[in-house]
């Protein structure tokens, strides 16, 4: 076990907090995910794994939240009929399939997949199934944020501090934009060996990279497409609560700040991603408006969409060298991408993929046998169709979750909801657009977690049943003193 100094901090907070406020904990384990390059420590024993400081502080966030809650409030998040039902079928069943078919397929296919050697980068192969250490790495992902998903349940449940979710999720995006800021200064500088701190795991990292004569943004992770997916998740909800005009002096600067850091990063999935995102949130504000909700930015959002065609042509015509520029610009991340070299190589990952599906007749090769450029794909070539039932059947029951029946003062904590939600369907766009493993990180759990205890009925106890209580109350107290 090799520990990295960003490890030994990691362990120093978490043992901190500990001792400080429950709060501190979830504000803790949400900063950390922005770290996605920040390996605590690698595993020479699995192939040098790297454990990410999100993981190991998942271990003191745990410690905490049973420290102040017990684990009653936590095994409650995954009690029938709600979305954490269906995760933990999904996460019971992915352990299985990673025990027990790759064994029962060995020899027998051919699967892509990550091959590692000690003191060397991870590379992707096509080689005869086996059981590996991706298998295990895999299923302790897949655990981690089943056990997020509930530990944050308890939380926000026990607290109902939706307006601390707010807090956190702002200040998770401005250390993820100071990340970009200082990722970008350092390149130009000379001087990114300032942020080797946060680039500690074993992948391939791809931080010096320039498109279109634009620096890729990758932050605190490997790369820019990496950096783009988690943004976006964060864009979309910071967004969404901006349009429901939660803490609009705030909100409204960030979410600009996060797009404008969307487009600098150069990614295709970022740019797709938002292609699915804002429209979305156009047309459920608008739909907000219409309905019984408060108002969004209904007029706001008509006059750019009417606008955005007007502006458009005229750059066109005004500025055709821009134009001719911006074009060349999409179409080299964009446009081009399915030519280029990453694009057919991702094909043909998805088309292994699918093979694998075949091949093990619809049940999967086992949870982290097999990569793919896509999260539909990584279902069904991992866990095979009851698994990527149980996934969509988890989501379902996420999105489809409503707030329930509340005074009118409560209309922060829907917002919130929305806004979790968004953050839901941002990560689902990027993963289903190229998504190479089943863990879908540690943030996609917490909004979760988050979503299924605010939307989840409180129990409120009537006028008599309070009467009935406070007299046995008196009772036994009588009795104790006779």
Request: glycine letters at 8%; one cysteine or more.
């Amino acid at each position: 076990m090799n520990f990295e100094l960003i490890g030994v901090i990691t362990v120093i907070v978490g043992l901190g907090v500990l001792f400080a406020p429950v709060h501190w904990a979830f504000t803790f384990m949400v900063i950390s995910t922005a770290l996605g390059s920040a390996a605590a420590f690698n595993l020479p024993a699995l192939g040098g794994a790297s454990v990410l400081v999100p993981n190991v502080f998942l271990l003191f966030f745990c410690a905490r939240i049973f420290m102040a809650y017990g684990e009653g409030p936590v095994l409650a998040a995954y009690a029938p009929p709600k979305a954490g039902f269906w995760l933990l079928v999904l996460t019971m069943f992915g352990l299985m399939t990673a025990i027990l078919l790759p064994r029962l397929f060995q020899g027998t296919i051919d699967v892509l997949t990550v091959e590692r050697s000690v003191g060397a980068r991870s590379i992707v192969a096509h080689v005869p199934l086996r059981f590996s250490s991706s298998n295990i790495t895999q299923a302790i992902y897949a655990l981690g944020g089943a056990v997020c998903f509930g530990l944050c349940y308890a939380y926000i449940r026990r607290t109902a501090a939706s307006a601390h979710l707010v807090n956190v999720l702002l200040i998770v995006a401005a250390v993820n934009l100071g990340f970009a800021v200082a990722d970008v200064l350092t390149y130009f500088t000379g001087t990114e060996q300032l942020l080797e701190f946060v680039r500690t795991a074993n992948y391939a990292l791809l931080t010096a990279s320039e498109k279109g004569g634009f620096k890729r943004i990758s932050g605190a992770f490997p790369e820019a497409s990496a950096f783009a997916d988690y943004t976006l998740v964060l864009f979309a909800a910071i967004a969404s609560l901006w349009l429901d005009r939660i803490r609009s002096r705030v909100t409204g600067p960030m979410a600009a700040a996060l797009l404008v850091a969307l487009v600098l990063s150069t990614s295709a999935t970022a740019l797709v991603g938002l292609a699915v995102v804002v429209p979305f949130l156009w047309s459920r504000s608008v739909a907000s408006a219409l309905g019984s909700r408060r108002a969004g930015r209904t007029g706001f959002l008509l006059a750019v969409a009417a606008l955005m065609p007007l502006a458009l042509m005229m750059t066109i015509t005004l500025f055709p060298a821009t134009a001719e520029s911006i074009n060349q610009f999409l179409d080299e991340i964009l446009l081009s991408k399915a030519d280029s070299q990453s694009g057919r190589e991702r094909m043909a990952w998805n088309a292994a993929a699918y093979q694998t599906f075949l091949d093990t007749s619809g049940l999967g090769a086992g949870l982290g046998s097999a990569r793919a450029s896509s999260y539909l794909l990584v279902l069904l070539s991992n866990v095979g169709v009851p698994g990527t039932a149980a996934f969509c059947l988890f989501v379902a029951a996420t999105l489809r979750s409503r707030m329930p029946k509340a005074p009118s003062g409560d209309g922060e904590t829907a917002s919130v909801v929305r806004a979790a939600k968004a953050g839901l369907v941002a990560g689902l766009t990027t993963s289903l657009i190229s998504g190479t493993v089943y863990d879908l990180g540690l943030t996609f759990y917490i909004l979760a977690g988050s979503i299924s205890a605010l939307t989840y009925p409180r129990v409120t106890m009537t006028q008599p049943a309070r009467a009935h209580l406070a007299g046995a109350s008196g009772r036994r107290h009588s009795g104790s003193l006779s």
